[in-house]
Nanobody, 126 residues
Framework: QVQLVESGGGLVQPGGSLRLSCAAS????????MYWVRQAPGKGLDWVSA????????YQIDSVKGRFAISRDNAKNTLYLLMNSLRSEDTAVYFC???????????????????WGQGTQVTVSS
């Protein structure tokens, strides 16, 4: 069955960096669109960044452009999110998600479309 396991979250000061990883198994990773989705306390699902199966095309919401970079290693079945210049408003649980197609960006759906990992907490605070 599909399994997605996130790692790399933690507590970081404003302006700091983190790299999240998502180890995938149980499906053909190189055929799948992948997302990073976050949920801040009391808020809906924010579909932050997407990457197509080959990794050539990436998409992100305006608030993270120039700070976050999504990437994938299809040989290692792993998805990444490099986060730089972190802000307090980036504090959230970050999930990786496998979907069948591009579903948009931002607060497009509060439904967990596709398959999801358990999430990793990112806290940005001084």
């Amino acid at each position: 069955q599909v399994q997605l396991v996130e790692s790399g979250g933690g507590l970081v000061q404003p302006g700091g960096s983190l790299r999240l990883s998502c180890a995938a198994s149980g499906f053909i990773f190189s055929n799948s669109w992948m997302y990073w989705v976050r949920q801040a306390p009391g808020k809906g699902l924010d579909w932050v960044s997407a990457i197509n199966p080959s990794g050539i095309n990436t998409y992100q919401i305006d608030s993270v452009k120039g700070r976050f970079a999504i990437s994938r290693d299809n040989a290692k079945n792993t998805l990444y999110l490099l986060m730089n210049s972190l802000r307090s408003e980036d504090t959230a649980v970050y999930f990786c998600a496998k979907v069948d197609r591009f579903v948009g960006l931002g607060f497009v759906s509060d439904n967990r479309i596709g398959s999801w990992g358990q999430g990793t907490q990112v806290t940005v605070s001084s």
